[in-house]
């Protein structure tokens, strides 16, 4: 759509509100410009409805009113309520915008992150208050990498039933699945479709990480959800199944973080763990003398991940069904491994100066998010605004000068809204009608609802912002939010840290009294237990993986450690150095830094594959002719590249170095070896 359409919708918008009681459809298309005076009835009908639609979809509802004095179709008026447009009262103090900042910063790094900037925005101006500014102890971001979430989120809001292929756990079986949304959820970093799958005739839950290809709509009027349909139950159920018991062989003095799950371990092997192996012997695994763990687990398919990732360091004995999803994943990375080598073009190219989309739906909720802010702030600084709106300068002087085509039926001096500039300050005039924010949109409702009820699962309660705070803000938000307070249960993100407490309270201690901390820690990538003295600055979750960024002294540098591989930690009594580094700035994207030093490596992913571009920091992107993804990234440890292929199962190779890639081919041949029986997957 052009710009003359949003020009007209700005128009109608302005016109509907501004009259008390309604607007015919002839003054509508003799006066609103951007309609034809002259088309036909039928013609003007249809793009009225269409623009009627529109803006429904927006939030902003045209009540239509009959004249009872009138016969023809005038006889209908149309307008827009003050009250069904703005944003009503907010009762919000300092504290409450604070937290209101932390819960739409959970979505920072997500896809709806956009809706969650808009929506703290609106509530600023309608409150007149601003979040402080100021850092939580804990920080919480959640991505949606996931290709499939987007297509699910505008399904699940707008009542659509929807078609996919779905892959079923441990195993390459492909299932087309027609599926009525209720529900989405995130717990241990995945995300899950609740809903009801009319394949199957009952309720089911969905890994998104499963979703194979696009999702389609199907045609159809909107489904009935169920009503007061809560996620949470579903979300408690996962990770609750019966407790399962893998037997694993590993080399004596290796594998050290399933030694420290393991419930036992038997130094000198179990005879009984020998029938895992299906009549092979240990001593035709080349595992002999090896040492046998007992490792409980409840997510056959993360575990499985894990262990195809430790490659020939492990052996898995039983039981069977996670032995096979093991081999297989192994053995389809083994099977794309050495494949053809596509072009890639990663050609430099100049950002583009404009950094928003610019749909017609996109600029028309900015715009009328645009003026109340400009009210609210007469003469700020361009620069200021065009970085609130994350808009290039040459995009926010496009959108003032459309501002300026729009106002009141008349568009005359006084109708029309005037913008003026006095160096860099902009001042507006005569915007009565939308100075005041547009009511939350039912995608802004739901992510800060879902944002805040995400704070409540941080170990503190809120991130330091306290319960009974924390209450009344979801109260005020489900207030405004009405109608749409319903995706608040059937949308919900689990971000509990995944630390013991007095590690986690240890940390925060020090991250505020600038403390040091020596750690045992787990350093996943080398197999190897270290101790060390760190400067911690702050500690932060990317999904539901938490790290503590610090300064470490043994590697005289910036790191980021997994919680979750922290064995212990004591406080040093010791003053962290000043060293100048900010404790404020954007999380990371991804925890992993580069180093000048590291290597780099080319890429071929599949599109399920590639939220692997995000985990490991791509610094480049390039597409393939098979819809997959090239990316260009950094590593330390080349040795991390053939372990990532064994996680993604197939989903990715290693295209650059070459000697990489014979590296990695070796490397899944010696993890195959320990599995005989197993052939590779053509």
Request: net charge negative.
């Amino acid at each position: 759509m052009s710009a003359s359409t949003t020009e007209r919708l700005l128009n109608l918008v302005i016109a509907l509100l501004g009259s008390r009681y309604g607007r015919s459809r002839d003054f509508l298309r003799t006066n609103i410009q951007g309609y034809e005076p002259k088309s036909s009835d039928e013609a003007f009908g249809r793009m009225f409805e269409r623009d009627k639609a529109y803006l429904k979809r927006l939030g902003i509802p045209i009540l239509a009113e009959k004249d009872p004095y009138a016969e023809d179709e005038n006889a209908w008026k149309y307008r827009i309520r003050p009250q069904d447009y703005r944003l009503p009262e907010v009762p919000l103090d300092p504290q409450g915008v604070t937290i209101l900042s932390l819960a739409a910063q959970v979505w920072e790094q997500a896809s709806v992150g956009t809706a969650a900037a808009r929506a703290l925005r609106k509530l600023e101006r309608a409150t007149g208050l601003a979040a402080d500014g100021g850092t939580a102890a804990l920080e919480a971001r959640i991505r949606t990498r996931e290709p499939a979430f987007d297509a699910l989120w505008d399904a699940l809001l707008n009542h659509r039933t929807i078609s996919f292929s779905y892959r079923r756990a441990q195993s390459d079986e492909l299932t087309q699945r027609t599926v009525e949304p209720w529900g989405l959820g995130n717990k241990y970093g995945q995300w899950y479709l609740s809903g009801h799958d009319l394949s199957r005739g009952g309720q089911r839950l969905f890994r998104l990480s499963r979703i194979v290809g696009s999702v389609s709509t199907v045609p159809g009027p909107p489904f009935d959800r169920p009503v007061g349909y809560d996620i949470s139950a579903d979300l408690d159920a996962l990770g609750t199944g019966p407790l399962s018991q893998a037997t694993l062989r590993v080399p004596p003095g290796s594998g050290q973080l399933l030694r420290e799950l393991a419930t036992s371990a038997d130094q000198a092997g179990a005879e009984a763990d020998q029938a895992g192996f299906e009549g092979a012997g240990a001593d035709q695994m080349g595992v002999d003398g090896w040492d046998t763990l007992l490792v409980p687990y409840r997510e056959p398919e993360l575990l499985a991940g894990e262990l195809a990732a430790m490659g020939a360091a492990v052996v898995v004995v039983a039981p069977a069904a996670l032995r096979a999803d093991v081999c297989r994943r192994l053995s389809l990375a083994r099977a794309v491994a050495d494949g053809s080598l596509p072009e890639v073009d990663f050609v430099p190219r100049c950002p583009p100066e404009q950094r928003t989309k610019t749909t017609t739906e996109d600029r028309l909720r900015r715009l009328l998010d645009l003026v109340p802010y400009l009210v609210s702030h007469p003469g700020v600084e361009v620069a200021a605004v065009a970085e609130e709106f994350d808009v290039s300068r040459r995009q926010l002087e496009e959108d003032l000068a459309l501002l300026t085509l729009c106002g009141l039926p008349g568009y005359q001096h006084g109708d029309l809204i005037d913008i003026q500039w006095d160096g860099d300050a902009v001042f507006i005039r005569d915007a009565e009608e939308l100075a005041k924010p547009l009511r939350l949109s039912q995608e802004e409702a739901c992510v800060l609802l879902v944002g805040l009820e995400s704070l409540r699962s941080l170990p503190d309660g809120t991130g330091g912002t306290g319960g009974a705070a924390l209450d009344a803000v979801l109260n005020s938000v489900r207030q405004v939010a009405g109608d749409g307070a319903w995706v608040g249960a059937a949308v919900q993100a689990r971000i509990t840290a995944d630390a013991p407490l007095p590690t986690l309270s240890l940390l925060q201690g020090a991250v505020s009294e600038g403390n040091c901390v020596r750690l045992r820690y787990l350093v996943r990538q080398r197999d190897e237990v270290t101790d060390r003295v760190v400067e911690p600055l702050r500690i932060f979750s990317l999904d539901s993986t938490w790290y503590v960024e610090a300064w470490c002294r043994m590697a005289n540098g910036l790191r980021n450690f997994r919680l979750d591989s922290v064995l212990a930690a004591e406080a040093t009594g010791e003053p962290a150095l000043k060293r100048g580094l900010p404790r404020n700035g954007t999380l990371p994207v991804s925890a992993f830094l580069p180093a000048a030093d590291d290597v780099e490596v080319v890429l071929a992913l599949s599109p399920q594959a590639q939220w692997a571009a995000g985990a490991y920091g791509a610094q480049a992107q390039a597409p393939l002719p098979d819809g997959g993804m090239a990316i260009r990234i950094k590593v330390g440890r080349p040795a991390l590249v053939p372990e990532l292929m064994a996680r993604l199962g197939g989903g990715g190779r290693v295209l650059e170095p070459r000697e990489l890639r014979g590296v990695t081919i070796g490397w899944l041949d010696a993890a195959l070896a320990n599995y005989p029986q197993t052939g590779s997957i053509d």
